[in-house]
């Protein structure tokens, strides 16, 4: 695993992203799960799945699943959470990387690839994490691919003010240009975060398509909720909150819009020979 990555992840802070400033992703991670997924009980991988937000919510809802992440750190965290719930507990969490899966052949129903992708800067590595999951797949079964869009910085930078930060402009324009996201200063700036490659939706798309899955959708996650700069108001009250997703969700899949969502999901579907 690459270095900053590893370094990034030891500071401990992906433990409550999505608690605090990542709410709106994952509400919008959680629909689109439940809407893609087969129904539980199911075999589920979890890969990249770090501290396990969405394993343990998924085995709280009845699937059987296991996750898989490099970070030593994320599967301690990942068992604890775990622990935490013994009536409804993980599979298992293991160390192990995307592009090398400790599983059998046709083993599961759905694999979560929600991290990995952005985190391989090479497209060969980002093939054979999707081959790897396209191997370990049954027929039919679902993979979940998240992405970070290509001017996810940028919006980023506008809507926390990054961009008045010195360096970010160049961290900016470099992926905006290549799609590769570097922190030059990854101890100064945890908040800039890591290594990572950025998609455009189409390249999500074809990469996805080309490890030999059908594309059966390709979505926005946090997609027109991303204009708020801070979306906890909205998710606090019942109200806002179904008027926030609703119009998140009408317009998820609008083609024009995909690229100003900081995070895409898609969804492939295995077929059943793969050559
Ligand atoms: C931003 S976190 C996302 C965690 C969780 N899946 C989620 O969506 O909240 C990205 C995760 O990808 C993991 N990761 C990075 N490179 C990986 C690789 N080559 N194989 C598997 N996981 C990887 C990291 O350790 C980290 O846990």
């Known amino acids: 695993m690459d270095r900053d990555i590893a370094a990034h992840y030891e500071l401990g802070h992906e433990a409550d992203r999505l608690d605090t400033w990542g709410r709106l992703e994952r509400e919008r991670t959680l629909e689109l799960l439940e809407r893609h997924l087969p129904p539980a009980p199911a075999d589920v991988l979890d890969v990249g799945g770090g501290p396990g937000a969405y394993a343990v919510r998924l085995a709280r809802a009845g699937y059987a699943v296991r996750l898989v992440d490099p970070v030593e750190l994320h599967v301690e965290q990942a068992r604890a959470a775990s622990a935490a719930q013994p009536d409804a507990p993980l599979a298992g969490a293991e160390t192990g990387d995307a592009r090398e899966l400790p599983a059998g052949d046709a083993s ?4 979560l690839l929600l991290g990995p992708l952005y985190h391989l800067q090479e497209a060969a590595d980002r093939m054979r994490a999707l081959r790897e999951a396209a191997r ?130 898609a969804v492939g579907r295995a077929r059943a020979n793969l050559d």
């Open 108 to 111: 599961f129903d759905a694999v």
């Open 136 to 265: 370990v797949l049954r027929p039919g079964g679902v993979v979940a691919v998240a992405a970070i869009s290509r001017f996810a910085s940028t919006i980023d930078g506008l809507l926390r003010a990054r961009l008045t930060e010195p360096g970010f402009e160049a961290v900016l324009e470099r992926g905006v240009r290549d799609g590769r996201h570097v922190n030059p200063d990854p101890v100064g700036h945890p908040h800039w975060f890591t290594t990572a490659f950025l998609h455009r939706p189409e390249e999500l798309a074809g990469e996805v398509r080309a490890a030999g899955f059908e594309l059966d959708a390709l979505l926005a996650i946090e997609g027109v909720g991303a204009f708020l700069a801070d979306a906890s108001p909205w998710l606090d009250d019942p109200v806002r909150r179904e008027l926030l997703m609703r119009a998140i969700r009408r317009v998820e899949a609008e083609p024009a819009l995909l690229g100003a969502s900081p995070h895409l999901l």
